[in-house]
């Protein structure tokens, strides 16, 4: 039997370059009901925010006041960088007058941005990290933004937000726009993970990868070795374990969005642990760690504390901060069992 020619070959082709994010959030969902409309312009906000901010990265070296810090320091204590400021910036103005959010939770911000003229009608939060790994910019390296959409409960009057201090199975939808040598945008809708492309001759995310599945085992470790010694033994065990078995590549670019990017589609294991000084770790819960841990979760892999699993963590703050290892169900398992061993032997000198 020959292959088809003429129109009836080029329609696959065709339906697959008319797959935008949009028309895939809708064909997600099954339906045109008020919520899934929502839901699929939330998501064209989102992805507008990430072609701005990517227009301006592509350009960074060319234009003045977006290399650098800005001189001020953030609510987390860390110096804010002219990109953080000006994506940060990006997300407000792109939901503004949206109608779809009543408040904006930004790691940026010490409080949540409300927008009044939304809140009567905006029923969603949306919380993000809008450059996550800014000290790469300055060198051209990848970094991304990472987002969550959680459903607004109650109508927050005092502004203290309460309603988003809970578990990571309260997000409605989590992915992160990755700014490399071509800009991605990966999200799920607790239907599976999926892969957007920027296409810049027609200015659309057009999907490159659908139901992305994590390997079961992967060969990656991706982790700052630099902290080897603040670490507590358990993680340094792990890590001697990886040098002394075959099979295993370090892999690390300071950007956890391009790192877990890598172990999405290749497998392994990214870890940032908490030190001795600092057992909470550096990671942001509700504007990292959990936004990932929910696609982890949907593409079949797991987010850990090391002691508990990323989605079931209930946040005391807007800005709690946990550990994480996030990735293959085995790699994560076995960096688990270096963790709970080390507990069970100091719980039995203890009792000794």
């Not at 899934?36 to 998501?43: G, I, R, V």
């Not at 939304?118 to 300055?138: A, E, K, M, Q, V």
């Not at 990966?186 to 659309?204: A, M, N, Q, R, W």
């Not at 992305?212 to 070795?225: A, F, K, R, T």
Request: aromatic letters at 8%; glycine letters at 10%.
């Amino acid at each position: 039997m020959t292959e088809a020619t003429g129109p009836l070959a080029q329609e696959p082709a065709l339906d697959r370059d008319c797959t935008t994010l949009s028309r895939h959030v809708l064909q997600q969902l099954q339906s045109f009901s008020a919520d899934a409309q929502d839901l699929s312009a939330l998501m064209n906000r989102i992805a507008l925010a990430g072609k701005l901010i990517a227009r301006r990265m592509s350009r960074a070296g060319l234009m003045e006041n977006v290399l650098g810090f800005t001189g001020e320091v953030n609510v987390q204590g860390e110096s804010v960088k002219k990109m953080d400021l000006y994506a940060n910036d990006v997300f407000i103005s792109v939901f503004k007058q949206s109608g779809l959010v009543c408040r904006l939770a930004s790691e940026e911000m010490e409080k949540p941005y409300y927008i009044p003229e939304n809140c009567p009608i905006g029923r969603y939060t949306l919380l993000y990290d809008p450059i996550d790994g800014s000290s790469n910019i300055d060198i051209n390296i990848n970094v991304g933004s990472i987002f969550s959409i959680r459903q607004q409960e109650g109508i927050d009057e005092d502004g203290s937000a309460l309603d988003l201090l809970q578990n990571g199975h309260k997000q409605i939808a989590a992915g992160y726009i990755l700014y490399g040598p071509s800009t991605m945008l990966v999200y799920s809708i607790g239907k599976g993970v999926h892969s957007f492309t920027l296409d810049p001759s027609l200015g659309e995310f057009i999907l490159s990868n659908e139901n992305i599945q994590i390997p079961e085992h992967g060969p990656i470790y991706s982790v700052n070795e630099g902290n080897f010694w603040q670490w507590e033994e358990s993680i340094r065990d792990y890590i001697r374990y990886v040098h002394r078995h075959e099979g295993y590549t370090a892999r690390y670019g300071g950007a956890l969005v391009g790192d877990f990017h890598r172990i999405l589609f290749q497998g392994g294991v990214f870890l940032y642990p908490g030190t001795k000084k600092k057992p909470e770790g550096k990671l942001r819960l509700l504007y990292e760690a959990a936004p990932l841990a929910f696609l982890a979760q949907q593409a079949g892999g797991r987010a850990s504390t090391g002691m508990q699993d990323i989605m079931d963590v209930i946040p005391q703050k807007l800005h709690e901060r946990v550990p994480l290892i996030i990735g293959s169900k085995e790699d994560v398992a076995l960096v688990e069992s270096f963790i709970t061993e080390a507990v069970r032997e100091s719980q039995e000198k203890a009792i000794l």
